[in-house]
């Protein structure tokens, strides 16, 4: 889509043509305002005032010689003459040798054209860009200039616009929006059915997503304008320049319909309006929102204008605003499944070289949990690396680099660990993934480090699940737990003491603990009650517990209860199997980074289940 740039000018412009007009009266009308008390006289006359030493300042020229009287009250003129001893007569005579100063007219019209007509010129031009502006912002009494105006982007139809086929990994969102482009190109198919479009189509889902690259996507399929603005971009300071950028806003897109109009992060003015509180900020924010919610209902079912909206907290809008009738349609735009990630990954190293036999489905099970934002960026850092590797072609190594990058962090090369440290780490890492291994229904692992990384982790074991899960068991939870006690267990069974390189296991190991109990009804003494909701599940998933706190304490008791019987299940295992520990521990701490295969590959045989 091409941006249309509004035509409106900026306030310096108007003064820089207010100082243009006056430094072209001083430059061109002045001086010939000047001329005209110089008296052209012939040389004679010339020769008799210098006689009289009546010469005060002279200037001689090429084509001409300008000279005043003594009194220097009147400036005269005539033609050079061939005269070798012109100069010595002159200053002789007391002339003083200078350039001529032009008094100012003192006639009427030099005194008007000089002085009153630019200050009139000036303050015509600030009464019309004061009208001009006061327009702008929504009325006589508007308070600031420009601030009712929506200042939205516009986009009109491009042949480089973004189709459906440049959005990957959305399939089903497609889906959904397909039929606005249908209705927005055949509208009568519809109305001779008697059925009507949604009025607004609200996207939600995690950052990064590709809501906003949808919704630009719809306009381009339909090859129709498209108006996009932010949400926070309705908020002012001052009440009521927010429901005038709305007024403007719709009012725009009634005069391009048919048309798009995207309103991005729309939580910033859509939020439930409270029942309390006077606070000026919330005021104009819910007289914003009012007057959203008027102009949505004020579209007729003909007007063939779709309204567009994002947001990652759909549980904070206002009812009223996605009630049927002005958001009719929700449309969620979830993390890409195992499918979708390959496709997003393909689609942006399209821009990019990359090696032949490199496998892309192998980087998309490693990018799991991954937004579409987070891939494109893993696609640009595998290009980077291979830049300062003096390479112009990625390969895989490059692209699982990156994810590793995104992951822990880069690589902290001056970060120099003591021998004892290492062995420590090489242990803890062996622990995870050999616990990991040990135990059934766990994903298998695919790299084992020990550098340590900018995120502030010394190493890490990195599992990758052969597919999208989208449940786990009881039983699955259980053993994760137990893999993110294992480092510490290593660290008890081979040196007999702890240290806190634990810390980010032990917060993993809580949190899944935890929601077991609260979240998941998996523990018998609560069975199916819930005992937490989850908040702003697209922005982390903070939660809240809902119970009373003699619950509370019962709850963290089972918490502790769960975690330390996976505790002593990844010792039990890792006494059970201390001879491969040691063997992959003193291998890791060797080679400081190791596949899974190669992990494998000395696992295999004496391990005891």
């Known amino acids: 889509m091409k941006e249309v740039k509004s035509p409106r000018k900026p306030l310096l412009y108007y003064y820089c043509i207010v100082l243009l007009i006056i430094f072209l009266f001083n430059i061109l009308v002045t001086p010939l305002l000047s001329q005209n008390q110089v008296v052209e006289v012939d040389y004679g006359t010339f020769m008799d005032m210098i006689d009289q030493q009546d010469i005060g300042v002279v200037q001689i020229e090429d084509t001409q010689i300008l000279f005043t009287n003594k009194e220097e009250t009147q400036a005269y003129k005539t033609g050079p003459m061939e005269d070798p001893t012109l100069a010595e007569r002159l200053h002789d005579a007391g002339a003083q040798f200078g350039r001529i100063i032009e008094e100012p007219t003192s006639s009427l019209l030099g005194w008007f054209l000089t002085i009153i007509l630019p200050i009139l010129i000036f303050i015509g031009l600030g009464q019309y860009m004061s009208r001009k502006l006061m ?83 719809v306009a381009g399929e339909a090859n129709v304008p498209f108006f996009s603005i932010s949400g926070s971009e309705f908020v002012e300071m001052f009440v009521g320049m927010g429901a005038s950028k709305v007024r403007d806003l719709f009012k725009q897109a009634k005069e391009k319909a048919p048309c798009i109009v995207f309103i991005d992060e729309i939580d910033a003015i859509g939020q439930k309006r409270s029942t309390g509180g006077y606070g000026g900020g919330n005021d104009e924010r819910e007289q914003t929102l009012n007057q959203l919610l008027t102009e949505m209902d004020g579209f007729e079912g003909n007007t063939r204008v779709i309204i567009l ?132 229904h766990s994903a298998p692992v695919q790299k084992i480090t020990i550098i340590p990384r900018t995120s502030g982790a010394l190493g890490y074991t990195m599992q990758v699940e052969t597919g999208d899960k989208y449940l786990m068991t009881k039983e699955e939870i259980e053993n994760k737990i137990a893999t993110f006690t294992g480092g510490r267990a290593a660290e008890e069974v081979a040196f007999g003491q702890i240290t806190t390189g634990a810390s980010n296991d032990i917060e993993q190991a809580t949190k899944l603990a935890r929601a077991m109990i609260t979240r998941y009804g998996m523990s018998e003494e609560f069975d199916m009650v819930a005992m937490e909701t989850v908040q702003n599940q697209y922005l982390g998933g903070d939660s809240s517990l809902t119970c009373s706190a003699d619950t509370q304490k019962e709850i963290d008791q089972k918490v502790v209860e769960l975690v330390k019987t996976q505790h002593e299940k990844a010792r039990k295992l890792l006494e059970d199997n201390r001879a491969k520990l040691d063997e992959l521990a003193s291998f890791l701490y060797e080679k400081e980074t190791i596949t899974g295969e190669e992990f494998m590959e000395i696992l295999k045989g004496g391990a005891q289940q």
């Open 135 to 217: 327009n702008q912002a929504g009325g006589k009494n508007a308070l600031s200039f420009g601030m009712g105006r929506s200042n939205a982007k516009v986009y009109v139809p491009s042949t480089q616009g973004i189709r459906f086929s440049d959005v990957a990994g959305e399939d089903e969102a497609k889906e959904s929006l397909q039929e606005i482009v249908d209705y927005l190109h055949n509208p009568q198919k519809y109305t001779e059915a008697g059925a009507s479009m949604p009025k607004g189509i609200l996207l939600v889902g995690p950052p990064g997503t590709g809501k906003t690259m949808l919704a630009k996507a």
């Open 309 to 440: 909206a994002a947001t990652n907290r759909p549980e904070s809008l206002d009812p009223a605003l996605t009630r049927p009738g002005r958001f009719d349609r929700r449309v969620p735009v979830e993390l890409s499944d195992l499918q979708g990630r390959e496709a997003i990954l393909k689609g942006h190293a399209k821009k990019i070289k990359t090696a032949e036999d490199v496998d892309f489905h192998t980087i998309a099970r490693m990018a799991a949990g991954a937004s579409g934002a987070e891939l494109a960026n893993i696609i640009n850092e595998a290009a980077l690396r291979a830049v300062r590797g003096g390479r112009t072609i990625v390969n895989e190594a490059d692209l699982e680099e990156s994810i590793e990058v995104v992951i822990a962090g880069y690589q902290k090369k001056n970060a120099v660990l003591s021998d004892q440290e290492k062995r420590v780490v090489a242990y803890h890492e062996i622990g995870h993934a050999l616990v990991a291994a040990l135990q059934s």
